[in-house]
């Protein structure tokens, strides 16, 4: 009981420290957003007269924190501009930067970077337009009294409460699939990665270790609650990265390495849809904008997350390929052509830190889809949720364990799911709520100046982010995606001990 009294703390701790905030902001559409905590279904109080008044209380509220509450807000509570951006880092930048060196060899240098930049350009023009939909949703629900203390809003929700039920059950399922695999994945890598280093057990054995070492993350209640995580996780994907880097030029090309990419159209769109993927964290896009204190500025911590995105994986991705070239066909995970040694080591130890964190962000939205579908999302009983959770995290596992040849699918799920969650169905839904001119009108933003005030352009933009994905992602790269999966199906076997692994009897 005395952890749930003091998780309640915590939360009481957060609530006051956003309202604080917010009121020496002057925003008055977050102000009456975070002051929620005040407001019930048809209550129509000033939100704004909820919070205190910054020149009398706020630096008294300051002034009088003991060193307890100092280190929770140090490491606890994140609603900053900057802890959505180490949030959407930390989910963003993870396997993909041991994998791209694979993606480089089947497209090429040129095609490679260009389509990073394109699909990251593409992947902050939907967050823009799903910060627009989300902090119109909640300007209509504030005029509307039906604000729910404690509910936290999903992606689904947004789309479904300006587009109407159809939007909602289809955005859930493409949002709830693409969490799924993604979690399911980040237990298979770990199991993966660790075999590098240690090969005595195999990677079934492995996974039984670590799905149970993922538990432990039904105790942390939102993405307010990752500041220390999220920071962990830029901090081991970036030690990652640069070893990648070093050792890559340090060991030089490979006697008579060639680099033939692109040469063959199946890799090649498989290639391009693996960096689709790579840009598909969208799915937490809205638990991160309710975590914050200003909303409105997610938008821009997402652009700073793609340019560092582009940081670690350009120069890994190239150095690797530079040096190993068409040999990484053969080797998805650039481990396996990186030469032993202790900062290899120490890499596979910050990626599987790192891959722990992305679990623990991915399964978070799951966990409150699970929580309103069994009616516990409202309860104040921190103990009673947790516990709760605990089935979700044990479906992730098994799911792992069932189906360890989830990386042959990986391009699947960036062809078939995140092309319509990340790019598609955000780009439709903007046109669909504004396509008439009362909509337009009363929008809560209007057309930046960047964009000639224009909604025209608007569309124009949006349409073209749609088509382009749905051509080359969902279609070409659907097709080639197809091809491999039958291509490799032989190699499949469910419950697998060791998939992929060298032939041994320890293996198998």
């Not at 307890?68 to 989910?91: C, M, R």
């Not at 890559?248 to 680099?259: E, F, M, S, T, Y």
Request: net charge positive.
């Amino acid at each position: 009981m005395a952890a749930a009294t003091d998780a309640l703390q915590v939360e009481s701790t957060a609530t006051n420290f956003q309202a604080a905030d917010l009121a020496a902001t002057g925003d008055e559409f977050t102000s009456q957003e975070h002051c929620n905590s005040s407001i019930t279904a048809g209550d129509t109080t000033d939100p704004a007269t909820v919070a205190p008044d910054p020149k009398s209380n706020l630096i008294g509220y300051y002034s009088s924190w003991g060193w307890k509450e100092i280190v929770k807000a140090s490491v606890w509570h994140g609603g900053s501009w900057f802890d959505a951006w180490l949030t959407a880092v930390a989910a963003q930048v993870g396997s993909v930067i041991l994998t791209f060196p694979y993606t480089f060899s089947q497209v090429g240098y040129k095609f490679g970077i260009l389509f990073q930049f394109v699909y990251g350009a593409f992947g902050c023009w939907t967050v823009f337009l799903l910060s627009w939909m989300y902090a119109e949703l909640k300007q209509r629900k504030m005029l509307q009294g039906t604000l729910q203390k404690g509910h936290i809003l999903q992606y689904h929700e947004v789309i479904g409460g300006l587009v109407g039920k159809w939007g909602h059950y289809i955005t859930k399922t493409f949002i709830l699939l693409s969490l799924t695999f993604g979690c399911t994945l980040q237990l298979i890598a770990c199991s993966s990665d660790v075999y590098y280093l240690n090969s005595n057990w195999n990677k079934r054995q492995w996974l039984y270790l670590f799905g149970a070492l993922a538990l432990p993350c039904v105790l942390i209640p939102t993405l307010h609650n990752f500041r220390i995580l999220s920071f962990i996780g830029i901090v081991t994907t970036s030690i990652t990265s640069a070893y990648m880097t070093t050792a890559a030029l340090k060991h030089g090309q490979i006697p008579n390495v060639k680099h033939s990419a692109p040469d063959n159209m199946v890799q090649f769109f498989s290639g391009l849809t693996n960096i689709l993927f790579a840009f598909g964290s969208h799915g937490i896009c809205v638990e991160i904008m309710e975590a914050m204190w200003k909303p409105k500025n997610y938008k821009y911590a997402y652009v700073c997350c793609v340019l560092y995105t582009y940081l670690l994986t350009i120069p890994n991705s190239t150095s690797v390929y530079w040096a190993y070239g068409d040999i990484l066909l053969h080797n998805s995970n650039a481990f396996g052509v990186l030469p032993p040694s202790t900062a290899r080591n120490v890499s596979i130890i910050a990626m599987i830190a790192h891959q722990y964190v992305a679990l623990m962000l991915n399964i978070t939205p799951i966990f409150h889809m699970w929580e309103k579908a069994i009616g516990l999302h409202l309860s104040p009983n921190y103990l009673l949720k947790s516990f709760a959770r605990v089935p979700v995290v044990c479906l992730i596992w098994f799911l792992a364990l069932a189906i360890p040849f989830f990386g042959p699918i990986n391009s699947m799920m960036g062809a078939f799911l995140i092309s319509f969650s990340v790019y598609i169905i955000p780009s439709l839904a903007f046109i669909y709520v504004y396509r008439s001119k009362a909509a337009r009108e009363a929008s809560v933003w209007k057309p930046p100046k960047l964009f000639f005030h224009n909604w025209f352009t608007l569309f124009c933009i949006s349409g073209f982010v749609a088509t382009f994905v749905l051509v080359i992602g969902f279609g070409l790269g659907g097709w080639a995606s197809m091809t491999n999966f039958v291509r490799q199906i032989n190699t499949f076997g469910f419950f697998q001990a060791c998939y992929q692994c060298p032939v041994t009897g320890k293996a198998h």
